[in-house]
C-alpha cells in the first residue's frame, strides 16, 4: 500500500476547500428582533424550591428532575444542565452574606446573538423573532462546537443515545409561547422570581426595581448588554460572579469575539481524515518496506550460509 506525495496533499486540499465553505456559514450575525420576549429572574425573590425544574421535565416530557424536590441536601452541590435537565437551581452563599443562601436558575440564555449559531457550519441553530433559539436536530452532525462555544455551560448532548443524539437545552417554551402560554418555569414559580414578556418591557420592570429599593440590588442588571445582550435577565444583590455567571464579560456580541478561533474546528475536522489517511499510508508503506528489507537480509544471510561464507547458526541444545 502506497500512497503518492501528490495525492496525499490533495486530499488536504480537498479537505480545506470543504473547510472553506463550513467557516463561511459560522460568520453570519443573529441580531435581536425588536419584539423578541425574555425572562426576568430576580435572584432576591428565589427561594431555591426548584419547582421551575420540574414544571420544565415534565413540559420537555423528561423524568422527574433529581435529586427529587424534597430530597434533603438536594442544593449541596452545584448541578450543571445535563440531557435529563434543561435547567437547574443551584444554591450560593457569598462571602458578605455568609449563612444566607442565594440562589440563581441556571440555563440555556437565549443570547441576542447566539454563539452557538455563529459556530454552527451546517446552521442547526436560528434565532427566531419571539426570542428564543430553536435547533434542528436534522441538521446536526454532531460536532458539538456549540456546546463548546457557549459561556454559560447551557447546552448537553445525549451521549447515551447512540442512534440519534442531539443537543439539548431550555427552548423557552417555545411552542408554549407560539400558543399565547408562558414559559412553564415562569408559570411554576410561587414568589414571582420569574416574570416572561417582552425584553424591552422586562428591562423597565428591573430598573424600577433596582430604583424602588436601591439596597436590594445591584445597579446592574446581568444580560442587557453582556455579549451582546440576552433574552435571559438576571438581578442580584451580590456580584454575579458570585453566582456562576461570567465575571466581567465583553458587551462584544459573542460571534465577534470567538467566531475566528472556532471557526478552524472546520478545517480540522475537514483535514484531519486526509491527513490520517496520509500518515497511516507512509506509516504502512515504511512498514512494508522494513519487512521487505529484513526479508531481504534473511535470504542473503541463508545464501552466506549455505555456500560456507558465514559461519554456521549455533543449534541451542
Known amino acids: 500500500m502506497s500512497l503518492s506525495r501528490r495525492r496525499f496533499l490533495g486530499s488536504l486540499a480537498s479537505g480545506a476547500l470543504i473547510a472553506r ?14 419584539d423578541r420576549r425574555g425572562l426576568l429572574h430576580d435572584t432576591t425573590l428565589c427561594v431555591g424550591c426548584r419547582r421551575c425544574e420540574a414544571a420544565c421535565n415534565q413540559v420537555n416530557r423528561l423524568a422527574p428532575p433529581l435529586p427529587a424536590l424534597d430530597s434533603p441536601n438536594a442544593l449541596a452541590q452545584p448541578r450543571g444542565i445535563t ?23 441556571h440555563q440555556c440564555m437565549h443570547c441576542n446573538e447566539p454563539c452557538c449559531a455563529s459556530v454552527c457550519f451546517v446552521k442547526a441553530f436560528v434565532k427566531t423573532p419571539e426570542g428564543p433559539i430553536l435547533y434542528d436536530p436534522e441538521l446536526c452532525v454532531g460536532c458539538r462546537y ?9 447546552l448537553a448532548y445525549e451521549y447515551n443515545d447512540p442512534l440519534r443524539p442531539r443537543v439539548v437545552r431550555c427552548t423557552m417554551c417555545y411552542p ?15 414568589t414571582g422570581a420569574i416574570t416572561y414578556g417582552r425584553r424591552d418591557t422586562l428591562l423597565q420592570l428591573a430598573q424600577e426595581r433596582m430604583h424602588k429599593f436601591p439596597g436590594r440590588y445591584l445597579p446592574h442588571i446581568f444580560g442587557e448588554n453582556e455579549y451582546g445582550g440576552t433574552s435571559w435577565l ?26 475566528g478561533f472556532l471557526s478552524l474546528a472546520p478545517l480540522v ?28 537480509l534473511q535470504l542473503a544471510l541463508e545464501k552466506a550460509e549455505r555456500s560456507g561464507l558465514a559461519a554456521p547458526k549455533e ?3
Open 21 to 34: 465553505s463550513a467557516k463561511a456559514g459560522t460568520t453570519q450575525h443573529f441580531t435581536g428582533h425588536p
Open 83 to 105: 440531557d435529563n435537565l434543561y435547567t437547574v437551581v443551584n444554591q450560593y452563599q457569598p462571602g458578605r452574606l455568609a449563612g444566607q443562601a442565594i440562589y440563581r436558575k
Open 146 to 154: 456549540c456546546v463548546l462555544a457557549c459561556p454559560y455551560y447551557a
Open 176 to 190: 408554549r409561547i407560539k400558543q399565547g402560554l408562558n414559559p412553564s418555569c415562569a408559570d411554576a414559580c410561587p
Open 234 to 259: 438576571t438581578l442580584a444583590g451580590v456580584p454575579f460572579v458570585q453566582l456562576g455567571l461570567p465575571d466581567e464579560p465583553s458587551a462584544a456580541p459573542l460571534p465577534d469575539l470567538v467566531t
Open 269 to 296: 475536522a475537514a483535514l484531519y481524515p486526509g491527513l490520517l489517511a496520509g500518515v497511516f499510508a507512509f506509516t504502512k508503506r515504511r512498514e512494508i518496506i522494513s519487512q521487505h528489507e529484513l526479508r531481504s
Open 315 to 317: 543449534k541451542v541444545p
